[in-house]
């Protein structure tokens, strides 16, 4: 067997065998969880209540699609009437959160010339499978305030009468400002830290993002916060560890093997690329990419994900 098809197997293996322990964690989990056998089930707030009362199966292990909707919205309401300073000190958090995970999929995904020469599509699933899905668990585990969550849950809110523009904007523009400056101390630090040695992955990744076309970039945002909230919104309806990675893991590996683009991971890996010698300039990284990025990012979260579940089991258009 050559070098290359050894390596082939093994990571084929690993991502099998990190897959079998999400899954045996699920079950286990579930197995404990309940007196009356699996809570992997789908219950309305009513027989939640009903639960409770007898005593039975205190939370679900999924919500109900209705249930899940309302807690979307009581949890963009509560993200939205966060202060300033707090929503912007949390975005710094979770900016470097996806910063890590933007770091890991570079060093490990990023770093695989010959996987992608000869089995390009096994690359790009190592490059996803690597990295960013880790960076939204610790936002999501840590109640972070993350940008592209924010469009989607906060627009929930607004379109619900649990919060105001107002509140909107406040909570879009600091969590933004703050991914951004996390994003920006992680790459200096990534950069300083020399473990990416001689690979040129982050280099190419940023030249190639900002040689994008404004349209091409704006769909890439959509599709990319479509399922990164999408992510987002069936995490927030797991009421286990188990569950959240699961209901994270599958659409953020997506997203990344797919090569679509996501606002605040791009803030980590151009300014990265350029510390390492990308020709880029600041006006390129925004108008080339954040911009468009962005505006897509609000459409793929406010409209693609979200809007579908607010006229099913909202009030969206709806008339009192």
């Avoid at 992997?40 to 249930?67: I, N, R, Y």
């Avoid at 994008?212 to 309806?237: E, P």
Wanted: hydrophobic residues 50%; glycine residues 12%.
């Amino acid at each position: 067997m050559s070098w290359h098809a050894f390596l082939i197997a093994a990571v084929v293996m690993m991502l099998r065998n990190s897959i079998l322990a999400v899954a045996l964690l699920a079950s286990t989990t579930i197995a404990f969880n309940g007196h009356h056998g699996s809570t992997f089930v789908s219950t309305s707030p009513a027989t939640h209540k009903a639960l409770q009362m007898s005593g039975g199966d205190t939370v679900p292990e999924v919500k109900s699609p209705p249930a899940l909707y309302e807690g979307a919205v009581a949890a963009g309401a509560a993200k939205a009437a966060g202060s300033w300073s707090k929503i912007f000190k949390l975005g710094i958090a979770s900016g470097a959160h996806i910063g890590f995970g933007s770091y890991l999929a570079i060093t490990v995904g990023g770093a695989c010339p010959g996987i992608a020469q000869n089995n390009p599509g096994l690359q790009k699933i190592i490059f996803g499978a690597f990295g960013l899905p880790f960076g939204l668990i610790m936002t999501l585990v840590t109640g972070g305030e993350l940008f592209t969550g924010n469009t989607a849950l906060v627009t929930a809110a607004v379109m619900e009468g649990k919060a105001t523009i107002k509140d909107l904007v406040k909570s879009w523009t600091s969590s933004y400002i703050g991914n951004f400056v996390g994003s920006l101390i992680l790459a200096y630090l990534a950069f300083k830290s020399g473990t990416l040695g001689n690979a040129p992955a982050s280099v190419a990744i940023a030249t190639a993002k900002c040689s994008l076309d404004f349209g091409t970039a704006f769909v890439r945002g959509i599709l990319c916060n479509w399922l990164v909230c999408m992510a987002v919104y069936m995490a927030s309806g797991c009421s286990s560890m188990a569950g959240k990675m699961t209901a994270v893991w599958f659409p953020i590996s997506a997203f990344v093997a797919l090569g679509l683009d996501h606002s605040v991971a791009n803030m980590f890996i151009i300014p990265l690329g350029m510390m390492r010698g990308a020709e880029i300039t600041l006006g390129q990284m925004f108008v080339k990419n954040l911009i468009p990025v962005t505006l897509g990012n609000i459409v793929g979260g406010a409209v693609m994900c979200m809007m579908p579940y607010g006229i099913s089991h909202g009030k969206w258009f709806k008339k009192e």
